[in-house]
């Protein structure tokens, strides 16, 4: 039987976590993976983190299963930090716990599916490498458009209308919540007015990825978009990742949210979600999503992690800001969020910068800022210059 399969490439982003370790030279730079560091240069797990461990440690005293939903205080509690504190939160959101935010896109994937196999699935490009395959291998079809044009660093809007407008009711819009990846840019509150309006025009779902929520302008800020754009539709999916904000990449810890203003739908499709992931996973893993429910729990630890959050998010932009003022080209870096900003650039470019400088960015030349020291942006600019991409 497996003589039938076919070789599968290893997925590039992904490989140059162990590149990077393998590279012996003393001065590397790795802006590859989306993960945090902090001025050492690690990723370290956060103080709020560490101290709902220990208190876990303390007082966990069962590791019975919970169910296909997962920790259910952890999805609820998760609520008003992504939606706010809106009176009927309860009513018109419902949601499970997930493994990660692909969990939640995977789930979310073949609800859609389930629903309306019909249904296309419209996303703009560049975007994460994993989105089109996730709805790909729910069967679902991808329909692609330009979203940003690297050469100018802008939202090609025009097209997104003209994406938007050409959809079938009922065909599902990818979009990034906040901190879009990989390039940084995301809508002007201008821009979000026009797109929830073509959302409702052409009975469109929006199927929101918030991934960096408090890693652009803080925790309120980055969920605005979301909220607005929940508040304009009918129905919306939501997939939640805690990996990055709360530091918890390897625990896997995420979300998937559901929104309808009528009740049986929402009640029916909340048995969907938990029925898909009985033959996913069966169950989420726990720890990762204990240790969020811990944190929000406690008003002391959920402080501790605003304010850790906080200075994470203050230095990714301290590092945005040191980039562009190193080159008037860069410049742009200022003016995005997030952990990434995507350089034109080809795939032997990024290559060359990779061997003969020791800076590590995607193939794609997506670059993740947060693995920049600031006194790195001399480098990493010398480096681009060298190579032509400035
Ligand atoms: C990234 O975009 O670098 C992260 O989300 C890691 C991943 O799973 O691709």
Redesign the pocket.
């Known amino acids: 039987m497996f003589d039938k399969l076919k070789e599968q490439p290893a997925d590039s982003?992904?490989a140059l976590i162990n590149t990077f370790h393998a590279d012996p030279r003393e001065y590397k730079v790795d802006l590859g993976?989306?993960v945090y560091r902090d001025e050492h240069g690690r990723t370290p797990v956060m103080r709020a983190v560490k101290l709902a461990e220990a208190y876990l440690l303390e007082t966990q005293d069962s590791k019975r299963y919970l169910g296909p939903q997962g920790d259910l205080s952890f999805v609820s509690l998760l609520k008003p930090i992504i939606f706010g504190a809106g009176p009927n939160l309860g009513d018109r959101i419902v949601g499970i716990q997930t493994p990660g935010g692909?969990g939640a896109l995977r789930i979310g994937a073949e609800l859609v599916a389930a629903a309306n196999p019909n249904a296309q699935v419209w996303l703009g490009t560049p975007s994460?490498?994993?989105h089109a395959p996730i709805f790909r291998s729910a069967r679902l079809a991808v329909k692609d458009y330009s979203f940003v044009d690297l050469a100018t660093q802008k939202i090609d809007f025009a097209r997104v209308v003209e994406a938007l407008s050409s959809a079938t009711a009922g065909d599902v819009v990818l979009i990034h919540g906040c901190c879009h990846?990989p390039t940084g840019i995301d809508f002007t509150a201008e821009q979000w007015k026009q797109v929830a309006a073509l959302l409702v025009e052409q009975k469109l779902v929006p199927f929101i990825d918030l991934?960096y929520q408090g890693l652009g302008d803080g925790l309120e800020q980055d969920a605005e978009p979301a909220r607005f754009i929940l508040d304009s539709v009918d129905e919306a999916m939501v997939a939640y990742s805690c990996d990055k904000n709360f530091g918890l990449y390897r625990e896997r810890v995420g979300a998937l949210y559901l929104a309808s203003r009528n009740s049986m739908d929402l009640y029916i499709a909340d048995t969907n979600m938990a029925s898909l992931a009985r033959v996913n996973w069966s169950m989420p893993p726990d720890h990762g999503a204990a240790i969020v429910r811990a944190i929000l729990e406690s008003k002391e630890l959920t402080g501790i992690w605003k304010t850790e959050l906080q200075e994470m998010c203050a230095r990714v932009n301290g590092n945005r800001a040191e980039l562009a003022a190193a080159h008037p080209d860069l410049a742009f870096i200022a003016t995005q969020r997030g952990l990434f900003s995507n350089l034109a650039m080809s795939k032997e470019t990024a290559a060359a910068l990779r061997l003969k400088h020791g800076i590590y960015l995607a193939d794609s030349g997506r670059m993740?800022l947060a693995g920049m020291q600031p006194a790195d942006a001399d480098a990493i600019v010398k480096a681009l210059h060298a190579e032509g991409a400035l």
């Open positions: 982003l992904l993976v989306g692909s994460w490498p994993n990846n991934a993740n």
